[in-house]
C-alpha cells in the first residue's frame, strides 16, 4: 500500500462491501486486531476505515465495548420501500407515456433475459443478481432524466440495501423477484398505467411478506425490534387485495 490515506481507503472500501452484501453480518464484532492482521497496517488507517462507515450507520463505534456492524432498522426498512413505491410508479408512469423508443424496451426485455440466465445456474450468485436487479430499474429513472434521484436513492438507503440481501440469501426467491420484473416490464410494453402502482407495490413489498414468514424468526439477531411492524403491515394489503 502506498499510503495511510490509500490503506485506509481500501480497508473502508472492502469492509462497506462485505458490510453490504452481509458477509459482515449485522450485530457481529469487528475487531481492530484481525483488521490489523488481515491488511497489514498500523491501527490508524484501520480506525479511519470505522469512523467512515460509522458515519454511513454501517457500524457503531463504543468505548471500551469495541466495533460491531449495525443491526438492521425494519422502520426505516418499511419507510424506505413506501417512499420508493409511490415515487418510482410516477416515474414509471411518466416513462410509458414518453412512448419508449424499440431499442429501450430491447434493453429492459435484454435485462429479464440476463435474471432468466442466472436463474439457470447451479448456484446463483446474490451479487450479480442484485446488480441486475438495480441495472433494470436505472433504466426507466435514466430515460425520464431521473438518474440523480436513483442515486441519491442508492446512497440513503443503505438499511435497505442489506435488507435485499437478507431476502436474497435467505428466502432463495429469486424465480419471484424476475416474474416481478417481468410483470412490471410486459405492463410498460403494453402501456398499461393502471397498473403499475399495485404491480410494483407487490413486487417491493414482496420482501417484507417473505421476512416476516421466516427470516424475522431465523435472523431475530440481526434486526433492532420494529416499532411500526403493524402499521406497515397493515398498509402494504393494498396492493394485495
Not at 491488511?39 to 457503531?60: I, K, Q
Not at 432463495?172 to 423477484?177: D, E, G, L, P, Q
Amino acid at each position: 500500500m502506498n499510503s495511510s490515506q490509500d490503506a485506509g481507503t481500501i480497508i473502508f472500501e472492502t469492509l462497506k462491501n462485505e458490510l453490504l452484501d452481509l458477509t459482515i453480518k449485522p450485530g457481529e464484532e469487528i475487531s481492530e486486531n484481525n483488521l490489523c492482521q488481515r491488511f497489514n497496517v498500523t491501527r490508524p488507517p484501520v480506525r479511519t476505515a470505522l469512523r467512515r462507515l460509522s458515519d454511513m450507520g454501517l457500524v457503531e463505534i463504543k468505548p471500551y465495548y469495541g466495533t460491531h456492524a449495525t443491526l438492521l432498522n425494519m422502520d426505516k426498512v418499511f419507510q424506505i420501500i413506501h417512499m420508493r413505491t409511490v415515487l418510482e410508479a410516477n416515474i414509471i408512469t411518466e416513462f410509458i407515456e414518453s412512448d419508449p423508443s424499440a431499442f429501450v424496451i430491447e434493453e429492459l426485455e435484454h435485462n429479464i433475459r440476463l435474471q432468466k440466465i442466472l436463474l439457470s445456474e447451479k448456484e446463483i450468485d446474490s451479487t450479480q443478481f442484485f446488480m441486475l436487479d438495480n441495472q433494470l430499474h436505472l433504466i426507466w429513472y435514466r430515460e425520464r432524466n431521473c438518474e440523480h434521484i436513483w442515486n441519491m436513492i442508492q446512497e440513503q438507503k443503505i438499511e435497505y440495501t442489506r435488507f435485499r440481501m437478507l431476502d436474497y440469501k435467505n428466502s432463495m426467491s429469486y424465480t419471484a423477484m424476475v416474474t416481478g420484473h417481468e410483470n412490471l416490464v410486459n405492463a410498460i410494453k403494453n402501456k398499461e398505467s393502471a397498473s403499475i402502482e399495485k404491480l410494483l407495490g407487490q413486487h417491493l413489498h414482496d420482501g417484507i411478506r417473505r421476512t416476516n414468514e421466516s427470516v424475522l424468526k431465523e435472523c431475530s439477531h440481526y434486526f433492532i425490534t420494529p416499532q411500526q411492524k403493524d402499521f406497515w403491515n397493515n398498509y402494504t394489503q393494498q396492493y394485495y387485495n
